[in-house]
T-cell receptor, first 113, second 115 residues
């Protein structure tokens, strides 16, 4: 069955701490992987994506994610978080051709000033 | 360019009534996705449509729910005979015509409350 697992439901960090949010997926065939972010009061927007090539992808605002095929993982990282990173983060996976995109349950990130 | 537009933003219905949620994709986008977000849960895939075609409705409940994306006009998610459990935020997303890269552009959602 196709699924995306985000094991951390709520993460609380202090400013300048390092961040890593876990994402594991189950999806047959070639995959496209995404992280979306939803800031308070705003709609979801794309943070970064992986289609092919270098498994370490860089996104906006200093975020990066690494695709590890053998572990079916696509963890999100940021070396030093800021208060403005407070948001909900969603991992998502889709197939390489026209197919549905499925999302994880999200991780709420709270940053203490 | 206008983003994905959803309306109404908030909708209140009594049990047994019908709810219609509309989604106008971004200009030039012909792929539309509908998701449901329940309190404390993530985004649950419901249906994926292209113009005049349902591509994947595997996430749609078999009864009372339907979706369409006509050649002209917005995509419609229709819920008949609503029940309290249908209360949720319903998000629409669209993606471009040219190859399905999977990057989605989301609307701000429609929040349905069933009394």
């Amino acid at each position: 069955a196709q699924s995306v697992s985000q094991h951390n439901h709520h993460v609380i960090l202090s400013e300048a701490a390092s961040l890593e949010l876990g994402c594991n997926y189950s999806y047959g065939g070639t995959v496209n992987l995404f992280w979306y972010v939803q800031y308070p009061g705003q709609h979801l927007q794309l943070l970064l994506k992986y289609f092919s090539g270098d498994p370490l992808v860089k996104g906006i605002k200093g975020f990066e994610a690494e695709f590890i095929k053998s572990k079916f993982s696509f963890n999100l990282r940021k070396p030093s978080v800021q208060w403005s990173d407070t948001a909900e983060y969603f991992c998502a996976v889709g197939g390489s051709s026209a197919s549905k995109i499925i999302f994880g349950s999200g991780t709420r990130l709270s940053i203490r000033p | 360019n206008a983003g994905v537009m959803q309306n109404p933003r908030h909708l209140v219905r009594r049990r047994g009534q019908e709810a219609r949620l509309r989604c106008s994709p971004m200009k030039g986008h012909s792929h539309v996705y509908w998701y449901r977000q329940l309190p404390e849960e993530g985004l649950k895939f419901m249906v994926y449509l292209q113009k005049e075609n349902i591509i994947d409705e595997s996430g749609m409940p078999k009864e009372r729910f339907s979706a369409e994306f006509p050649k002209e006009g917005p995509s419609i998610l229709r819920i008949q005979q609503v029940v309290r459990g249908d209360s949720a935020a319903y998000f629409c997303a669209s993606s471009p015509d040219t190859a399905n890269t999977g990057e989605l552009f989301f609307g701000e959602g429609s929040r349905l409350t069933v009394l």
